[in-house]
């Protein structure tokens, strides 16, 4: 009789935890396919199809959000970028990344200075240049700055070589107003942490207060559409213990954040207890957290820049290299600050002869920044299998970036930013830049561009490639976490000037809403 009642009992039907219907699913997978609707369970994708496949998917206590016809892309992934040490003082900072009127970003300073006590320093910890107004090139006066912030010392950092400082942040490290706002190089700035006596005096922030600010910038970057990154900072940018200590197995922090091997070399001994260190290590690449390689600056005696014409010494590429050999030995990621040509082609000569007996397409070693780039570097790096990055800092130095050639030559090459210091952290920013060749003041920057499809591959799935998490992230499949953002606009179909403004409406990591302005106004939803 049991076996009778088993026969005829009938399962009952899985339904979704969550479904999304009536959208635009850009899915980004090998056919840039585009769907209606998908479902989630728990932290993963289980479907994607149409409004009435997926409907089949909801049950009693299904949660249901109706997309209202826009646009959803996969979670974006950054490459490259400074997070830790933005976390360190977020609570001083006021951010004009990406802002293209020089009043505007007179008001997010004075709205800043207004928020704090009498005597607080405020900074603008970099993110931005002068050229990036569009209503008038240049800096700001004392005068402007003074009337920003006119109890407030205030400053505002432009990469690591100059400020603009307001008369009281002058007046207390010994500078007379009367020398003007503008300054460039030490000791009010510096190429080296903390970067100059202007920096110096900025106050320790307090542990409660660093663990507010970790939120508060992941909660930014949520909102700018961002999921996940690669910290690629060194030991003085801040302790990158933090994350884990804030993170649970249970309640992960909203955003995935990879990062490198924390170390300097600024020597031949430096190089050997690198070389020891990275020998006791092993990579990492968790779901949320991990030790995923080494950069950006293997060893610090060879960091080229925009000025850079020649060579660095066979003497300085050895000691790099017994780092880097040590890397390959272990099986770390190598993502190496590489700006120019001349620094791409002498590492090449090097990696070409350990390709011989450690093959290097497995390990994804990546040259990253490239502002130039010669057709003979492309096609040596597509027979290496290695990959590129590229960040949207080259907009702001106006940088001619070969995209099109990068593209052409068939190497998988991902976009990042290069945040917070030297670059904004907005990823619309950078898929604008990539898509018009244009920065956010409307001027033409490059000469090669790509097309949307090319550039959101390149922010997502690409991206997903470069941290070997292609399996789990950088497209909507099933199968792969719920990390997706959902757009207030269409990004395949608005004019190509309108993609630097796109915004985020909801923003989910892993199945959980990390940002929604959808049912909440501007405000996020943290689960």
Same mark, same amino acid.
């Given at each position: 009789?049991?076996?009778?009642?088993?026969?005829?009992?009938?399962?009952?039907?899985?339904?979704?935890?969550?479904?999304?219907?009536?959208?635009?699913?850009?899915?980004? #997978?090998?056919?840039? $396919?585009?769907? /209606? %609707? !998908?479902? &989630?369970?728990?932290?993963?994708?289980?479907?994607?199809?149409? =409004? @009435?496949?997926?409907?089949?998917?909801?049950?009693?206590?299904?949660?249901?959000?109706?997309?209202?016809?826009?646009?959803?892309?996969?979670?974006?992934?950054?490459?490259?970028?400074?997070?830790?040490?933005?976390?360190?003082?977020?609570?001083?900072?006021?951010?004009? #990344?990406?802002?293209? $009127?020089?009043? /505007? %970003? !007179?008001? &997010?300073?004075?709205?800043?200075?207004?928020?704090?006590?009498? =005597? @607080?320093?405020?900074?603008?910890?970099?993110?931005?240049?002068?050229?990036?107004?569009?209503?008038?090139?240049?800096?700001?006066?004392?005068?402007?700055?003074?009337?920003?912030?006119?109890?407030?010392?205030?400053?505002?950092?432009?990469?690591?070589?100059?400020?603009?400082?307001?008369?009281?942040?002058?007046?207390?490290?010994?500078?007379?107003?009367?020398?003007?706002?503008?300054?460039?190089?030490?000791?009010?700035?510096?190429?080296?942490?903390?970067?100059?006596?202007?920096?110096?005096?900025?106050?320790?922030?307090?542990?409660?207060?660093?663990?507010?600010?970790?939120?508060?910038?992941?909660?930014?970057?949520?909102?700018?559409?961002?999921?996940?990154?690669?910290?690629?900072?060194?030991?003085?940018?801040?302790?990158?213990?933090?994350?884990?200590?804030?993170?649970?197995?249970?309640?992960?922090?909203?955003?995935?954040?990879?990062?490198?091997?924390?170390?300097?070399?600024?020597?031949?001994?430096?190089?050997?207890?690198?070389?020891?260190?990275?020998?006791?290590?092993?990579?990492?690449?968790?779901?949320?957290?991990?030790?995923?390689?080494?950069?950006?600056?293997?060893?610090?005696?060879?960091?080229?820049?925009?000025?850079?014409?020649?060579?660095?010494?066979?003497?300085?590429?050895?000691?790099?290299?017994?780092?880097?050999?040590?890397?390959?030995?272990?099986?770390?990621?190598?993502?190496?600050?590489?700006?120019?040509?001349?620094?791409?082609?002498?590492?090449?000569?090097?990696?070409?002869?350990?390709?011989?007996?450690?093959?290097?397409?497995?390990?994804?070693?990546?040259?990253?920044?490239?502002?130039?780039?010669?057709?003979?570097?492309?096609?040596?790096?597509?027979?290496?299998?290695?990959?590129?990055?590229?960040?949207?800092?080259?907009?702001?130095?106006?940088?001619?970036?070969?995209?099109?050639?990068?593209?052409?030559?068939?190497?998988?090459?991902?976009?990042?930013?290069?945040?917070?210091?030297?670059?904004?952290?907005?990823?619309?920013?950078?898929?604008?830049?990539?898509?018009?060749?244009?920065?956010?003041?409307?001027?033409?920057?490059?000469?090669?561009?790509?097309?949307?499809?090319?550039?959101?591959?390149?922010?997502?799935?690409?991206?997903?490639?470069?941290?070997?998490?292609?399996?789990?992230?950088?497209?909507?499949?099933?199968?792969?976490?719920?990390?997706?953002?959902?757009?207030?606009?269409?990004?395949?179909?608005?004019?190509?000037?309108?993609?630097?403004?796109?915004?985020?409406?909801?923003?989910?990591?892993?199945?959980?809403?990390?940002?929604?302005?959808?049912?909440?106004?501007?405000?996020?939803?943290?689960?």
């Amino acid at each position: 009789m049991a076996a009778t009642l088993a026969a005829c009992r009938t399962e009952e039907p899985t339904f979704a935890e969550q479904v999304l219907l009536n959208g635009k699913i850009l899915t980004v #997978d090998s056919e840039f $396919s585009i769907n /209606e %609707a !998908l479902a &989630i369970q728990g932290e993963r994708i289980v479907a994607v199809g149409t =409004g @009435e496949e997926i409907e089949a998917q909801i049950g009693p206590n299904t949660r249901v959000i109706d997309l209202g016809g826009r646009t959803v892309i996969p979670g974006l992934i950054d490459n490259h970028m400074h997070f830790i040490r933005a976390v360190q003082r977020w609570n001083l900072q006021a951010r004009i #990344d990406g802002v293209n $009127s020089r009043q /505007e %970003a !007179l008001d &997010i300073m004075a709205a800043k200075a207004a928020s704090m006590e009498p =005597g @607080e320093w405020l900074m603008v910890q970099g993110g931005w240049r002068e050229n990036q107004f569009a209503d008038g090139g240049g800096g700001f006066t004392l005068e402007e700055l003074d009337a920003a912030a006119p109890a407030n010392p205030l400053f505002l950092q432009i990469t690591y070589q100059a400020v603009y400082a307001n008369s009281l942040a002058l007046e207390a490290v010994g500078v007379s107003p009367e020398e003007g706002a503008y300054h460039r190089g030490p000791p009010l700035i510096s190429g080296q942490p903390p970067y100059g006596l202007l920096n110096e005096q900025m106050p320790a922030v307090s542990q409660e207060q660093l663990e507010r600010n970790l939120f508060d910038f992941i909660h930014e970057l949520n909102r700018a559409g961002l999921t996940s990154v690669y910290d690629v900072g060194r030991p003085p940018e801040g302790d990158i213990s933090l994350l884990e200590r804030m993170s649970s197995e249970d309640k992960p922090l909203p955003l995935r954040v990879w990062h490198t091997l924390k170390y300097e070399a600024y020597d031949p001994q430096g190089a050997d207890a690198a070389v020891t260190l990275v020998r006791n290590s092993t990579p990492n690449n968790g779901d949320y957290l991990g030790l995923l390689g080494l950069g950006e600056h293997i060893y610090l005696p060879m960091f080229d820049n925009p000025g850079t014409t020649e060579r660095y010494s066979d003497e300085i590429i050895d000691e790099f290299m017994k780092i880097a050999t040590a890397a390959a030995e272990r099986g770390f990621q190598v993502h190496e600050h590489t700006m120019q040509d001349v620094t791409v082609q002498s590492l090449l000569d090097r990696y070409e002869v350990l390709n011989e007996t450690i093959p290097l397409a497995p390990l994804r070693w990546t040259f990253i920044h490239v502002f130039t780039l010669s057709p003979e570097s492309i096609e040596r790096i597509g027979e290496l299998g290695m990959t590129i990055a590229v960040h949207s800092v080259a907009s702001l130095a106006e940088a001619r970036v070969p995209l099109r050639d990068i593209q052409d030559g068939g190497i998988i090459w991902g976009l990042g930013t290069d945040a917070t210091i030297v670059a904004h952290y907005q990823p619309f920013i950078t898929l604008g830049w990539a898509v018009t060749g244009k920065n956010v003041s409307g001027n033409t920057v490059l000469d090669q561009t790509v097309s949307r499809e090319e550039a959101l591959i390149a922010h997502t799935r690409a991206n997903a490639w470069q941290l070997f998490k292609e399996d789990d992230l950088g497209t909507l499949e099933p199968g792969k976490f719920a990390d997706l953002v959902v757009l207030d606009r269409d990004y395949l179909t608005v004019p190509e000037n309108e993609i630097f403004d796109i915004e985020p409406v909801l923003t989910m990591v892993g199945g959980r809403i990390a940002y929604n302005a959808i049912e909440a106004g501007d405000e996020a939803a943290q689960e």
